[in-house]
C-alpha cells in the first residue's frame, strides 16, 4: 500500500540509495519538489535496514555500492516477504546490455543510465508508483471479493442449514397434526384421512378393507375409581398393546375418541380381522390392569367390532364405520370383553 507517513500531500515514499552524495541531492531534491516523500542512504546495508523498519513504496537503487552491491541488494529485499513486493529501479553508469539483463533477472522493474535526465526519472517513478498504487488497489479488491464470496457462501450455508431446520420443523408439525397427543397413535383427523385415502384405493383395486372399533370397558367407572392419571396411563398401554397387535405398516391404530380405537386393514379379508382383533384382546388382557369396578373381569379388557368390505365408488367410507359401530354395539350388549363380527352381504 501507498504511504503517506510524514505528509498527507505525499505521493508516496521513495528510498534512495546511492554513493555519491551530489546523486542523492539532486535526485532527493528533485523528487521532494513533486511531493514525494524521500529518504536516503548511502550504502546496501542501510538500504536492507531501512527498507525493512518502514518500507517504502518505491526504491531507486545505484548497482555500485560500497559494500554490498545493487543486485545483491535487490536480492536480499526480494526474499523478504516484508519487502519484496517493492518496486525497485536501477540507476546506473554501467551501460552493458547484460548489466541491465541482470538488474532485470534479480527482481529490477527498470533501469536508467547515468547521467539521467530529470524528466525521465520523473516520468518513470510516476510510472511505478502508478503500477503499484493500482497492483494494491487490485488486490485490495481481490481481498473485498473474496470476503463477499465468503460472506455469501456463508450466508448460503447458514441458509441451507435453517432450510433444513425449517424442513425438519415441518415435518415434526405434519407428524404431530397426526398424532394423538396422549397415546401418540394416528388422531381422528388422520384416521378420517387415512380410511378416504385406503377407500378411493382399493375401491379401484376391488381389495378387501377391514375395519376393527375398540372400546374400552367400563373406562369411566376406571378413571372415578383410579384417577385420570391413571386413566391416561391405562389408554397409553391399551394403545401400545393394539400397536403391538398390528401387522404391517399399512395398517393404522388410531384414537377413535376417548377410549375409543380403531383399527384400518387395507386388503385384510374377515378371516385375518377377526384373528388380528383376537390378538388385540390378548395383548390387553396380558397387561393385567386392574379394574375392580369392571363387570366384565377383574382386569380392564376391550369390545371388539369387526366388519370388512370391498369398497365401491358409488359408496362412502362411512359405510365401513357404520357396520363396525354396529357390530361393537353388539359386543358391548353381549356383556363386553367380546368380539362381533358384521358383514354387509351387497358389499362383501
Not at 108 to 117: L, R, S
Not at 185 to 191: L, V
Request: net charge negative; charged share 25%; glycine share 4%.
Amino acid at each position: 500500500m501507498i504511504h503517506f507517513a510524514n505528509s498527507q500531500s505525499s505521493l508516496g515514499s521513495i528510498l534512495l540509495v546511492d554513493d555519491k552524495p551530489d546523486n542523492l541531492r539532486l535526485l532527493s531534491t528533485m523528487l521532494m519538489e513533486h511531493q514525494y516523500e524521500v529518504r536516503r542512504v548511502t550504502k546496501g546495508v542501510m538500504a536492507l535496514k531501512t527498507a525493512k523498519a518502514a518500507p517504502p513504496d518505491l526504491i531507486v537503487l545505484d548497482i555500485k555500492l560500497p559494500d554490498l552491491d545493487g543486485y545483491e541488494v535487490c536480492q536480499a529485499l526480494k526474499s523478504d516477504p516484508m519487502t519484496a513486493e517493492i518496486p525497485i529501479i536501477f540507476i546506473s553508469a554501467l551501460d552493458n546490455v547484460l548489466d541491465k539483463v541482470k538488474a532485470f533477472s534479480v527482481g529490477g522493474v527498470d533501469y536508467i543510465t547515468k547521467p539521467f535526465q530529470v524528466e525521465e526519472v520523473l516520468v518513470r517513478v510516476k510510472n511505478h508508483l502508478t503500477l503499484r498504487i493500482q497492483h494494491q488497489q487490485l488486490l485490495e479488491k481481490n481481498e473485498r471479493l473474496q470476503q463477499e464470496i465468503k460472506a455469501r457462501q456463508e450466508i448460503e450455508i447458514a441458509l441451507k442449514e435453517s432450510q433444513s431446520e425449517l424442513q425438519k420443523l415441518n415435518q415434526e408439525l405434519q407428524r404431530l397434526a397426526h398424532l394423538d397427543g396422549l397415546t401418540q397413535t394416528a388422531n381422528r383427523r388422520q384416521f378420517d384421512h387415512y380410511l378416504q385415502q385406503k377407500w378411493m384405493q382399493l375401491c379401484g383395486e376391488q381389495k378387501p378393507l377391514a375395519l376393527i372399533m375398540c372400546d374400552v370397558d367400563y373406562f369411566k367407572s376406571y378413571n372415578d375409581t383410579y384417577g385420570h392419571q391413571a386413566g391416561d396411563d391405562c389408554l397409553r398401554a391399551i394403545a401400545q398393546a393394539i400397536s403391538q397387535a398390528i401387522p404391517r405398516t399399512t395398517d393404522l391404530v388410531a384414537r377413535y375418541g376417548g377410549e375409543e380405537f380403531a383399527v384400518i386393514l387395507p386388503e385384510t379379508d374377515i378371516l385375518e380381522a377377526e384373528i388380528i382383533a383376537q390378538t388385540i384382546q390378548k395383548k390387553v388382557q396380558s397387561l393385567k390392569l386392574v379394574h375392580d369396578q369392571s363387570q366384565a373381569s377383574p382386569y380392564i379388557t376391550l369390545s371388539l367390532g369387526i366388519t370388512c368390505l370391498i369398497p365401491h365408488c358409488q359408496s362412502s367410507p362411512s359405510l365401513l364405520i357404520e357396520w363396525a359401530d354396529r357390530a361393537l354395539y353388539q359386543a358391548k350388549k353381549q356383556g363386553r370383553n367380546c368380539s362381533v363380527t358384521l358383514l354387509n352381504k351387497t358389499h362383501v
